[in-house]
């Protein structure tokens, strides 16, 4: 539950300073003398929803370095006999999944048992390891964690999420500022003054902000569910150039796996091959199935 209102919370933060800085600055070009003018309205929120969910994605990749303390290996000279076998397992992966250029590879240090891929593009793309995950699984199953994040990354995943980021973050700023207007418009027809009636700068700021808020939760769960499709389709790509029987393979290695959540990054949990929740919390806000669900997926497709 935690990390799960941590990466709500990290994309709402986003949308809540770009409120703050419209409000602070006046910038609303949809009110007018007669009104709402809704489609620039629209288009205002469009703006800033996918600039601001674009912007996180240009810098993804740093961000994973920074948060997380990857370390890249160097792919022309790996420093040791470890970090050549994964070098070369993502390699023979991407030209098996014929992407043209290899991603960014590198290990950070921590004891879940987790990988992760990232970046703007197929060609600007991040796979990191962590050191949980090389120290508790067999080269077979590193393998079937591989080839389901490269196919994040063949499959384009994180622009895909990024462009849905942004659809949702459009609908949150344009039902938020409407409804907020609504109240606004409310509290001064009530008061019957409209010089000093209505809501007040701070006010209006912070009914905005709330309401974007629920919002964000109320539209999340679209989200986590076509996220939960994504590790699906990523299973099945890793099962036709791993092998079926080593995608399943590592799916279990990860079901046996401890538990251990690292916190550092919360937006990136998304993009991690190991995270599921229980209950019905769970079941709407988790961006991932449950292992048992891939793993029969899995072998009906076998």
């Not at 288009?43 to 674009?54: V, Y």
């Not at 091959?273 to 497709?301: C, D, F, K, T, V």
Request: proline content about 3%; hydrophobic content about 45%; some cysteine.
């Amino acid at each position: 539950m935690k990390r799960i209102l941590l990466f709500a919370v990290t994309n709402l933060l986003v949308v809540v300073a770009i409120s703050f800085v419209i409000d602070l600055l006046g910038l609303r070009p949809y009110l007018t003398a007669n009104g709402i003018d809704y489609q620039a309205l629209l288009i205002f929120c469009a703006l800033f929803g996918f600039g601001g969910a674009f912007i996180s994605l240009q810098i993804s990749r740093w961000s994973a370095k920074t948060a997380m303390g990857v370390r890249l290996i160097d792919l022309e000279n790996p420093s040791n006999q470890l970090e050549r076998r994964l070098a070369d397992t993502v390699k023979s992966l991407c030209q098996r999944m014929e992407l043209e250029t290899l991603p960014e590879i590198g290990i950070y240090r921590s004891p879940e048992v987790n990988a992760f891929a990232t970046g703007p593009s197929r060609s600007r793309a991040l796979l990191a390891v962590s050191t949980g995950l090389l120290e508790n699984m067999d080269s077979r199953a590193v393998e079937g964690v591989l080839g389901h994040e490269v196919s994040h990354i063949a499959n384009g995943d994180m622009v895909t999420m990024t462009l849905l980021q942004g659809v949702i973050n459009t609908f949150v700023m344009f039902v938020a500022r409407i409804a907020a207007i609504a109240i606004d418009n409310a509290m001064r027809s009530r008061d019957g003054e409209r010089r000093n009636g209505g809501l007040g700068f701070f006010a209006q700021f912070m009914l905005v902000s709330l309401l974007e808020s629920v919002l964000m939760i109320l539209a999340s769960p679209v989200l986590y569910y076509y996220s939960r499709r994504r590790e699906y389709k990523a299973d099945a790509n890793s099962a036709r150039i791993a092998g079926a029987g080593t995608m399943i393979y590592a799916l279990e290695a990860l079901k046996r796996s401890t538990q251990v959540r690292d916190e550092r990054a919360p937006s990136l949990s998304t993009f991690k091959i190991n995270g599921h929740g229980h209950g019905l919390i769970a079941a709407l806000y988790s961006s991932h199935p449950p292992i048992e669900a891939r793993i029969e997926a899995l072998r009906r497709g076998i």
